[in-house]
C-alpha cells in the first residue's frame, strides 16, 4: 500500500486537478451533451495528465538533492530514497508510451486531438518545462511567466481539442488569473526557501508579489466583466446573466488571496483542496453558470 501511495506521489496524481482546465472550453462551448466533444475532451484531460506526470518525474529527478534540503520537498518519493531513479525513469517511459498510443488512438476515430496544433501545445509545454527544470527556473519574471503559461496552455488545448475559438476576453481572464496563481505560489515560497533550494528567491520580496498579485487580481475581475458584458457572449448564451457571477468571481479570489496570507506553500491544487469553503464556492459558480449556459437554453 505504500508502494502504490508513493508512485502515486510520483506521478503528482493529485496534481492533475490543474489539467481540469483542459474542460474549460467544452463546458463553455454547450458540450456536456455532446458525445463526440465528451469523448475528445476525456482523451485530452488523460493525455495532459500523463505528459504532467512525465514532467513532474522529470523535474523531481533534476532537483533531487536540492529537494533534501527542503522542509517539505524532502518527503517526496525521489527525494526521500523510497523510489529509485531507475524506477522512476520507467514509470516515465511507461507513461510516454500510454501517451503515443492514447495520440494514435485518437488518430483512428478522428478525434481534433490528434492535429499539428494540439500536439504542437504537447511538445510546447514539455519543451518550456525541461527548459525551466534544466535553469529557466533561477531567471526572475521568466520563471512566474513559465508557471503562468502551463495554465493558459491547457485552457488552449481543452479548446484545440474539441475544434472551438476562445473568446479573446476569456483568454485575457484565463491568462491572467494564470499569472495571479503563479505570484501567489511564489510568494509562499518566499517562507520555505530558508536554505536556498531556490535559487531565483533571492530576487523576490513579498511585496513585489503583492502588489502584482492585486494588479492580476483587477484585471482577471476586469476582463471577466468585459466577457460577460460582451454582445458576442450574450448572443451565444442568450442572455446577459453572467454579469451577475461578477461578485462571486470576487470573493473566490478574494479567499484566495486570503488563504495565500497564511503558512501554505501557495501551490494551488493545496490551496483549493484544503479549504472547503473555498472549494464551495468554486461549485457555486460552476452551478451559476451551468444554469446559466444549459438550462437557459433549455428553456421553451
Not at 481540469?20 to 488523460?46: D, K
Not at 479548446?159 to 483568454?171: E, H, K, Q, T
Request: hydrophobic share 55%; aromatic share 12%; net charge positive.
Amino acid at each position: 500500500m505504500i508502494k502504490i501511495r508513493n508512485y502515486l506521489q510520483l506521478l503528482r496524481v493529485s496534481h492533475w486537478i490543474k489539467n481540469v482546465l483542459v474542460f474549460i472550453p467544452f463546458f463553455f462551448a454547450v458540450g456536456l451533451f455532446n458525445g463526440p466533444l465528451v469523448i475528445n475532451v476525456v482523451l485530452g484531460f488523460i493525455c495532459f495528465s500523463l505528459l504532467s506526470s512525465i514532467v513532474y518525474i522529470l523535474n523531481d529527478i533534476r532537483d533531487m538533492e536540492k529537494d533534501r534540503l527542503h522542509s517539505a520537498k524532502c518527503r517526496r518519493p525521489l527525494a526521500s530514497g523510497e523510489i529509485p531513479v531507475p524506477h522512476a525513469v520507467i514509470v516515465m517511459a511507461v507513461l510516454f508510451a500510454a501517451l503515443i498510443a492514447l495520440l494514435v488512438m485518437s488518430r483512428v476515430i478522428g478525434s481534433y486531438l490528434y492535429n499539428l496544433k494540439s500536439i504542437g501545445l504537447l511538445l510546447l509545454y514539455m519543451l518550456i518545462n525541461i527548459a525551466y527544470s534544466w535553469g529557466l527556473k533561477n531567471i526572475p519574471i521568466v520563471d512566474v511567466t513559465i508557471l503562468a503559461s502551463g495554465y493558459v496552455i491547457r485552457v488552449l488545448f481543452g479548446a484545440l481539442i474539441i475544434g472551438v475559438d476562445i473568446s479573446i476576453w476569456l483568454y485575457l481572464v484565463i491568462t491572467f488569473g494564470a499569472f495571479y496563481l503563479g505570484l501567489g505560489k511564489r510568494r509562499n515560497e518566499i517562507i520555505g526557501n530558508e536554505k536556498g533550494t531556490r535559487a531565483v528567491m533571492k530576487f523576490y520580496s513579498h511585496n513585489f508579489f503583492d502588489k502584482n498579485m492585486y494588479v492580476c487580481q483587477t484585471l482577471c475581475v476586469v476582463f471577466y466583466a468585459l466577457w460577460s458584458i460582451d454582445s458576442v457572449t450574450i448572443e451565444r448564451f442568450h442572455t446577459s446573466a453572467f454579469v451577475y457571477t461578477i461578485p462571486v468571481v470576487f470573493i473566490i479570489l478574494l479567499k484566495y488571496s486570503l488563504n495565500i496570507e497564511t503558512d501554505t506553500d501557495g501551490d494551488p491544487t493545496s490551496v483549493l483542496l484544503s479549504d472547503k469553503v473555498l472549494l464551495l464556492l468554486c461549485v457555486t459558480y460552476i452551478i451559476c453558470a451551468f444554469c446559466i449556459i444549459y438550462l437557459n437554453r433549455a428553456a421553451p
